[in-house]
């Protein structure tokens, strides 16, 4: 069974560091992987997706990942956040190609950025 | 984006009595919609996935008969939770998923149940 794992519950940073959320899935097949975020009060909304190609994927707001094949790895990095980055992150995977029914969550990571 | 609405957004109900959650996609039509249940500190989990028209997909370990979904138009599912008991108190999420094959998330409905 498909499984995705977010290693940090929660990440408290200041402004201008540098980000980086762990997401490792497991699944044997061709995956498609996805980042959303959910701002305080505020409902789901995707940051960013991979489904095949330039495995650095580039989403809104500066946020990129990398999907790693090798580690099972699609680690969300930012350079620099800001205090409005802060929010909750989720990691999701499908195994269905070019779907994105049936996703699989992580259990999320907070991130609280200090201003 | 594509706008999905979910209403009520919190609702508060007796033990035994049945609650309707509605899904709406506001300005595209949803061929298929998630339904999703979010517990404290825990990830969404889906419950079922349903396509217009037809009878819902429920994944493993969801009660059909106890979470009644309807898909009767392109713009509409809803979710009644039937005979609703204190361990049915969650958060629901529904997701709407059109020709994009993109799913736009609803802002979730907090069901209490006392």
């Known amino acids: 069974a498909q499984s995705v794992s977010q290693h940090n519950h929660h990440v408290i940073l200041s402004e201008a560091a540098s980000l980086e959320l762990g997401c490792n899935y497991s699944y044997g097949g061709t995956v498609n992987l996805f980042w959303y975020v959910q701002y305080p009060g505020q409902h789901l909304q995707l940051l960013l997706k991979?489904?095949?190609?330039?495995?650095l994927v580039k989403g809104i707001k500066g946020f990129e990942a990398e999907f790693i094949k090798s580690k099972f790895s699609f680690n969300l990095r930012k350079p620099s956040v800001q205090w409005s980055d802060t929010a909750e992150y989720f990691c999701?995977?499908?195994?269905?190609?070019?779907?994105?029914?049936?996703?699989?969550f992580g259990k999320g990571t907070k991130l609280s950025v200090k201003p | 984006g594509a706008v999905v609405s979910q209403h009520p957004s919190r609702v508060i109900c007796k033990s035994g009595t049945s609650v309707k959650i509605e899904c709406r996609s506001l300005?595209?039509?949803?061929?298929?919609m998630f339904w999703y249940r979010q517990f404290p500190k825990q990830s969404l989990m889906l419950m079922a996935t349903s396509n217009e028209g037809s009878k819902a997909t429920y994944e493993q370990g969801v009660e059909k008969d106890k979470f009644l979904i309807n898909h009767a138009s392109l713009t509409l599912s809803t979710l009644t939770v039937t005979s609703a008991h204190p361990e049915d108190s969650s958060f629901y999420i529904c997701?709407?998923?059109?020709?994009?094959?993109?799913?736009?998330f609803g802002p979730g409905t907090r069901l209490t149940v006392l």
């Open positions: 999701a995977v499908n195994g269905y190609g070019g779907s994105q029914g049936n996703l699989i």
């Open positions: 997701s709407a998923q059109g020709q994009t094959n993109e799913q736009f």
């Open positions: 300005d595209f039509q949803a061929t298929t």
């Open positions: 991979y489904f095949s190609g330039d495995p």
